[in-house]
């Protein structure tokens, strides 16, 4: 079974700084997707960025951009120019590249505090 | 936004007592979830559903069961509520296009149990 394993259960970042969240998973598969999820305190579960397992080429999404490393099994999100509206829970999940239901597994999280 | 809607947002129960969740999309996805999340493990699937009247078990399904009648609604039941149920429940859907691959996912359920 695939697991994933969110180690910083919480971070801080100032304001306008960088900041690098860290996630590792285990599969024996080939090909799947890797995703962030952000909870802010609204509860609502909001998509980050995306990875294609087949891609090597890391994700970007305007100030949020992934380092995917397949062989070390490793996906870490980094956050730039830091923001107070970037405070929030940050899930990392897996998904199995198939055509069948997704049945997406989730680390337990990061919550990120941005300060002044 | 996808349209997801759950219901209810917020329900105290008391222990054994039957419960149930709703879960109600628009947006005509074929695959449908439910998750639980409580602090320390993330977010945990309970059941899933691949299409009308099709589901299947998640890695916490003990104690729940689901059913779906029409696309569009995914409903989840605690057929005796315990206080180990107490957590906060979302609904998520998918469309079934391994391109896009995003699950939309509902505002959440919480659920105290007492």
């Known amino acids: 079974a695939q697991t994933v394993t969110q180690s910083q259960p919480e971070m801080s970042v100032q304001e306008a700084e960088t900041v690098t969240l860290s996630c590792t998973y285990d599969?024996?598969?080939?090909?799947?997707?890797l995703f962030w999820y952000k909870q802010p305190p609204s509860r609502q579960m909001i998509l980050v960025i995306r990875q294609e397992a087949y891609k090597q080429q890391n994700a970007t999404e305007n100030r949020f951009s992934v380092n995917f490393q397949k062989a070390a099994k490793s996906f870490s999100l980094k956050i730039s120019d830091s923001q107070l509206g970037d405070a929030a829970m940050y899930f990392c999940a897996y998904r199995t590249h198939t055509g069948t239901a997704s049945k997406l597994t989730f680390g337990t999280g990061t919550r990120l505090q941005v300060t002044l | 936004d996808a349209g997801i809607t759950q219901s209810p947002r917020h329900k105290v129960t008391e222990t054994g007592t039957p419960v149930t969740l709703r879960c109600h999309q628009t947006e005509n996805h074929r695959y449908m979830y439910w998750y639980r999340q409580d602090p320390g493990h993330g977010l945990r699937l309970i059941h899933y559903?691949?299409?009308?009247?099709?589901?299947d078990k998640g890695e916490v399904s003990d104690g729940y069961s689901v059913s779906r009648s029409k696309t569009e609604d995914f409903l989840l039941t605690l057929e005796s509520a315990t206080s180990s149920q107490t957590s906060v429940y979302f609904c998520a859907t998918e469309t079934g296009d391994i391109r896009t691959a995003e699950a939309f996912f509902g505002q959440g359920t919480r659920l105290t149990v007492v």
């Open positions: 559903s691949y299409g009308v009247k099709d589901t």
């Open positions: 599969t024996s598969e080939s090909d799947y997707y």
